[in-house]
């Protein structure tokens, strides 16, 4: 939003505010005016996106999904790892994860192709696609023969399809297959569950004679590691006298604590030594300077710190807490009589006997907190000193202790090393003896490890694609894809769009609302207005007659009833009922980019100004770029330029329009270096005064802000300023920036023109009010001609 600080008052609009007008649109209606700017989008959008859907659909082959549901016993112990005492024979989460890869295995993939011959199923090969076929027609018309897939090719095709899963927590495993015909999917299916009992029935007798086997002879290993480790630590511990406590070794726990203090010693001594450094900054200060800042900084203390008590560990002493109580009463009492210093001075004079008193006593109470500060320091000192020794002691006691603990550290690491050796090997012989009983026990008679609990038929509905489904996506994703383009499109969109968005960013009114003329309906009735109309003869005049060609400049005057005449109408209207009107006469008018119909607005109001029977003037002011005298005097060869230099009068410049009176100062003339400087010197402040005598109304057609600096070098000699905005074009931060680094304009700005506005594109922008700029409202009292 603009804002400029510069400026003494805001600009706003001069009509009363009734309070609704500020209520914005709602959610509903903006929804409805993004759908109605980006319907066009969306429903593109969404049309190619069910086009595409429907493409897959027709392409895609249908898929069917046969299953055959097992269920998995207890399976075999696992012999490399160590069990629990009480076996778990309920859930074996792990076994159950090694089944189902083994359903999904390379190897049961591979003799299920074999056996069904599935390297020529059409589901294998690629066949079965529609975009298979159109790629294998597009090779043979280049002349590539296509390659016979591979066995890892159909394996991985398989895999694929294949899926294996645990369903919910029991012991019970689904395996699906997809294929395009149900019945080849029922029979792959079975096929893999067949081959997983076969290949599971051959592998459990080598299974059990390979296992017993390897039991027995390790756990003669175990045991025999087991005792060797366990008199190895027996030997060490009777060799050496080690005594330990509650698993530890008693120079341990003693080194451990010796630490623990030496930490909290040393932490005591470093806070103390802070604090007395503290101490001595302090009173280094106050002998160099003794203000009130000085002597207030042992306020920086905390109570801690000031009577010493910093949590020391046990042995250590404490001072006094009653010297933070001195200090503060002593401070308050000097900042009491500095107060009372400063009242008696500012009323009785600096001299007085009672200032000079009352600035005795604050010098005794300033001694006395340096004497409290010094009293402290000492005790400071002494506590310092007291922890130093302490700490000397503890770091004493704890070498010994190290010197102690050395002798015996060798030892303790081989007992350690060998108590774990000894325990391992114990737990590892129990573990394995568990094992092998179980191994023997289960080995002497035959378990089940599955059973099929539904074999696989073949399904009757297809599972994809789904059709419902993916029309659905592709209406969604089409609405979607659209509404994002459309927002995109929003987002990116920085020009102004409605009326609300430049009362609400530039704080400034909207005077009217300029339509968009067809540019063929305006030549055509200007070109009929042009033949049509004959001057009337006029001696005044002379030979510097405007001369009426075709054009949007005469647009409002050759069609009156038109909505481009009633927008610029309005804008008349608009400067007629400014309360201030009596004492503004010029109005200039700017903008922030050039070719945004400045110009065209100047001449039209102009027009509407003269032909309501008032003397009114345009100036064109844009020295760099006279593109309104190149409309209405195009072969003057005199302008303003040359009456600022004084070489003419203003009588020999001015053109005069033979229908309308209106008259016309061209921007042309002797050419200036700086036209900044030509526009804002004395004589221009002059020319404006005479016009100002002269006319009822003087519009100034000046150059645009952001270019150029003249418009704001002429800001000075000019009542009011209109700043036109092309609708749909202008950035707003552009507006914005040219504002604030103009403020004389801004300050002085009457109000904003919407110019060269799409009015069927305004309602999708300002849905909640668009029907006020209703095209069908309008014919009932003149022509539209607008876009």
Request: with cysteine; net charge neutral; aromatic share 6%.
């Amino acid at each position: 939003m603009l804002h400029n600080p510069n400026a003494s008052t805001v600009a706003y609009p001069p009509q009363q505010d009734h309070g609704w007008e500020r209520n914005g649109p709602g959610p509903f209606d903006l929804a409805v005016g993004f759908l109605r700017r980006h319907s066009l989008v969306i429903a593109i959008t969404t049309a190619l996106s069910l086009l595409a859907s429907v493409i897959v659909l027709k392409t895609l082959p249908p898929t069917y999904t046969a299953d055959v549901k097992i269920m998995l016993a207890g399976s075999k112990p696992v012999v490399v790892q160590p069990q629990p005492q009480i076996p778990l024979q309920d859930e074996p989460p792990l076994d159950m994860e090694s089944q189902i890869e083994i359903l999904k295995s390379k190897s049961i993939a591979t003799v299920v192709i074999n056996r069904l011959d599935l390297g020529n199923d059409p589901d294998f090969n690629g066949k079965a696609s529609r975009l298979h076929e159109a790629a294998g027609a597009v090779r043979r018309l280049l002349g590539s023969a296509s390659e016979p897939p591979t066995m890892d090719d159909l394996v991985d095709e398989f895999q694929r399809r294949m899926n294996a899963f645990r369903i919910g927590t029991s012991a019970v495993v689904e395996v699906d297959f997809s294929a395009s015909d149900p019945k080849r999917a029922a029979m792959i299916a079975n096929a893999i569950v067949k081959e997983y009992f076969d290949q599971q029935t051959k592998t459990e007798a080598t299974e059990h004679r390979t296992i017993t086997a390897w039991l027995h002879d390790r756990l003669q290993d175990l045991g025999n590691d087991a005792t060797e480790a366990e008199r190895a630590v027996n030997e060490l511990k009777g060799r050496y006298n080690i005594v330990s406590a509650d698993g530890k070794f008693m120079d341990q726990q003693q080194v451990t604590e010796l630490t623990n203090r030496l930490v909290a010693a040393r932490t005591h001594t470093a806070s103390l030594m802070t604090r007395l450094n503290r101490f001595d900054e302090m009173l280094a200060a106050n002998n160099a300077e003794t203000s009130l800042d000085r002597i207030a900084a042992v306020s920086d203390f905390s109570p801690a710190e000031l009577s010493g008590n910093l949590n020391p560990p046990d042995g250590l002493s404490l001072s006094n807490s009653n010297s933070t109580q001195i200090i503060n009463s002593l401070r308050q009492q000097y900042l009491d009589h500095a107060k009372r210093e400063y009242e008696y001075s500012a009323k009785y004079g600096s001299d007085h006997v009672a200032v000079v008193n009352i600035r005795a006593t604050m010098k005794s109470i300033r001694q006395a907190i340096l004497d409290e500060v010094r009293r402290l320091a000492d005790v400071a000192k002494h506590d310092y000193q007291e922890a130093k020794q302490q700490q000397q002691e503890v770091e004493k006691q704890l070498a010994q202790a190290v010197v102690r603990s050395q002798d015996t550290r060798a030892a303790e690491v081989s007992i350690r090393e060998l108590e774990t050796s000894a325990r391992g090997y114990r737990t590892l012989y129990d573990a394995f003896l568990q094992r092998y009983m179980g191994t023997v026990q289960q080995g002497s008679f035959p378990i089940a490890k599955a059973r099929v609990i539904s074999a696989a038929t073949p399904p009757k509905k297809k599972i994809k694609p789904k059709s419902m489904v993916l029309l659905a996506v592709g209406l969604f994703g089409g609405l979607a894809l659209g509404g994002g383009l459309g927002l995109l499109a929003d987002v990116g969109d920085r020009s102004f769009r409605t009326t609300a968005q430049i009362e609400d960013r530039l704080r400034l009114p909207c005077l009217s609302v300029v339509p968009l003329l067809k540019q063929a309906d305006v030549d055509r009735v200007t070109r009929e207005a042009a033949l049509s109309r004959v001057a009337k003869p006029d001696d005044d005049c002379g030979q510097r007659q405007i001369s009426r060609g075709i054009g949007t400049c005469w647009a409002a005057s050759a069609m009156p009833s038109s909505r481009f005449a009633e927008s610029i109408r309005t804008l008349k209207v608009a400067i007629d009922q400014d309360p201030s009107r009596s004492s503004r006469k010029i109005f200039g008018l700017t903008s922030a980019l050039p070719d945004e119909g400045k110009s065209i607005i100047a001449a039209s109001l102009a027009q509407l100004i003269a032909n309501s029977g008032k003397r009114v003037i345009v100036v064109d002011c844009d020295l760099r770029n006279p593109s309104l005298s190149g409309m209405l005097a195009p072969t003057a060869g005199i302008g303003i330029a040359d009456i600022i230099a004084g070489d003419r009068q203003l009588a020999d410049a001015i053109w005069t329009d033979p229908v309308s009176r209106l008259d016309f100062l061209p921007g042309k003339g002797a050419a200036h270096r700086d036209t900044s400087d030509s526009l804002g010197n004395e004589q221009m402040r002059g020319l404006f005064e005479q016009l100002r005598s002269s006319y009822d109304y003087v519009i100034v057609d000046l150059p645009p802000l952001a270019p150029v600096v003249d418009a704001r070098a002429v800001s000075a000699l000019l009542d009011s300023f209109v700043l036109v905005v092309e609708w749909g074009r202008t950035p707003a931060e552009v507006v914005e920036h040219a504002l604030n680094t103009a403020p004389n304009v801004y300050d002085a700005l009457f109000g904003v023109v919407l110019n060269k506005t799409d009015m069927k594109a305004l309602k999708r922008y300002a849905h909640h009010f668009g029907d006020y700029y209703n095209q069908k409202y309008y014919t009932r009292y003149g022509t539209v001609m607008a876009e």
